[in-house]
Every structure is written in structure tokens, then in C-alpha cells.
């Protein structure tokens, strides 16, 4: 039975990740001509913390160079976006479904905390979920379960009564390793390797149905 839905962000409520990867590549292209989009997919899910060190390895440049570090500091200091234009049209929808069904909602994402609450409150979503978790509240993030483990400790159900929904193959393998469902959101766009996730929705409006079927075979 399904009495919780444990959501990440980015990729999954809203479509960020190609907004932010673009940004990036805008930003470095004209200094790094030889860099491709697709050099920057492996960005897309890894905590913030771990995709300077990334980048530096992908344009071989050091992290102790403070000129390095000016420019990752400044990379999104221009940078602006209206969360509302880029969720996912059937968020509302699916909130108020696992709402009306008594269904918890909770968020983990490797996002910072600031930056989790912009955006649901732009999006007009906050009041939706009991409890949001930062990535940043913890030293080792996506793939390592922390994230997850803590937000089961939080609802105080066993991972059976929860579904994870995750988008990422760092997100995916964190929440397998938490013991939790997972449905994963289709993405072709960044060569994710979704294949270790228990079910598949092209949509997140599928979701309503899955979770329908589920509780439908506990007997719900």
C-alpha cells in the first residue's frame, strides 16, 4: 500500500535541468570552444557541491585556482527564471490527487534549501508537502540513500508503504539502495541509465493511475 510519495525536484516537478545546462553552456562555450551539451549531461542530478569538481575535470582546470573558482562563483550571477513557466503542467493535479487520497507528500532534492523554496513557492506548491529535504543537509549526496533513508525517518513508514519518483540515474540508484519503489520519469534528452527503476511513466500524470493499481492490489 502506498501511503507516501517522496519526490525529487529538478527533472521531475519542474523541467529545470535542461534550463540550467544551457546556461552553463552559454557560459563556458565562448572560453572553451571544443565544449558540446552533451560533455555537460553528466551535470544533470549531481549535487551542487560535486559538479565543480566535475567541471574542473571536464575543462582540466584546478580548483585551487582562484581564477577558476571567480568563474564558477559568477557562472549563475546573472541568472534568472520563472519556476511557474517551467513546471510540469500536471503537478497541480497529481498534488491534489495524492492530497484528496491521503497520500503524504514529501520532497528530497539535491537542490539547496533556498532554492527548493523559491521554486515551490513560485510554482504555488509549497503548502502541498509535510516535509522538504535538502541535499545540502548531508555530507554524501545522490546515489549515496542519506537523502532517502532520512526522509523514511521522517514519515516513519517502512519503504513498502513508500514510491519514490526520481528522473536521474544518480536519483534512481539512490533510492533502490534506500529499499523504495521507484517510478521513473522518461527523459531521453540526457542518456539516463533508468533501467534499475521498478516502473516507468512517460508522464507524470501517469502517476494517479500507477499508484491506483498499486493500492488496488494491497487491496486498498
Same mark, same amino acid.
Given at each position: 500500500m502506498i501511503?507516501?510519495?517522496?519526490? $525529487?525536484?529538478d527533472g521531475?516537478?519542474?523541467?529545470s535541468?535542461?534550463?540550467y545546462?544551457?546556461?552553463?553552456y552559454?557560459?563556458?562555450q565562448?572560453r572553451?570552444?571544443w565544449?558540446?551539451?552533451? +560533455?555537460?549531461y553528466p551535470?544533470?542530478g549531481m549535487d551542487?557541491?560535486?559538479?565543480k569538481q566535475?567541471?574542473g575535470n571536464?575543462?582540466?582546470r584546478d580548483?585551487s585556482d582562484?581564477?577558476f573558482?571567480r568563474?564558477?562563483q559568477?557562472m549563475f550571477?546573472?541568472f ?5 513557466t517551467?513546471?510540469?503542467k500536471?503537478v497541480p493535479?497529481?498534488? !491534489?490527487?495524492?492530497?484528496q487520497?491521503h497520500?503524504?507528500?514529501v520532497l528530497?532534492?539535491? !537542490? ?8 515551490? +513557492?513560485?510554482c ?5 508537502f509535510?516535509c ?11 546515489p549515496?540513500?542519506?537523502i532517502y533513508l532520512?526522509a523514511l ?7 513498502d508503504?513508500c514510491l ?10 539512490a533510492?533502490?539502495r534506500a529499499g ?6 522518461t527523459d531521453?534528452?540526457f542518456?539516463? $541509465?533508468?533501467s534499475a527503476? $521498478? $516502473?516507468h511513466? !512517460?508522464s507524470l ?10 493500492n488496488?492490489m494491497?487491496g486498498?
Open positions: 501511503r507516501a510519495v517522496i519526490f $525529487d525536484m521531475v516537478l519542474i523541467d535541468e535542461i534550463v545546462l544551457s546556461h552553463q552559454k557560459k563556458l565562448p572553451y570552444p565544449l558540446t551539451p552533451e +560533455h555537460l551535470l544533470v551542487s557541491r560535486e559538479d566535475f567541471i571536464l575543462l582540466g580548483l582562484p581564477a573558482i568563474e564558477l559568477g550571477e546573472d534568472t527564471v520563472d519556476y511557474s517551467i513546471m510540469r500536471e493535479q497529481v498534488l !491534489s490527487f495524492l492530497r487520497n497520500i503524504r507528500i528530497a532534492s539535491s !537542490s539547496s534549501g533556498d532554492n527548493i523554496e523559491t521554486v515551490l +513557492h513560485q504555488g506548491i509549497r503548502s502541498f509535510e522538504i529535504i535538502s541535499g545540502e543537509q548531508f555530507t554524501r549526496s545522490k549515496d540513500p542519506a532520512y525517518e521522517q514519515l516513519r513508514l517502512p519503504p508503504d519514490i519518483v526520481e528522473d536521474s540515474g544518480y536519483g534512481i540508484a533510492a533502490k523504495v519503489r521507484t517510478a521513473a520519469l531521453s534528452r542518456n539516463f $541509465d533508468q527503476a $521498478d $516502473d511513466l !512517460s500524470g501517469e502517476l494517479e493511475g500507477l499508484i491506483s493499481r498499486l488496488c494491497a486498498i
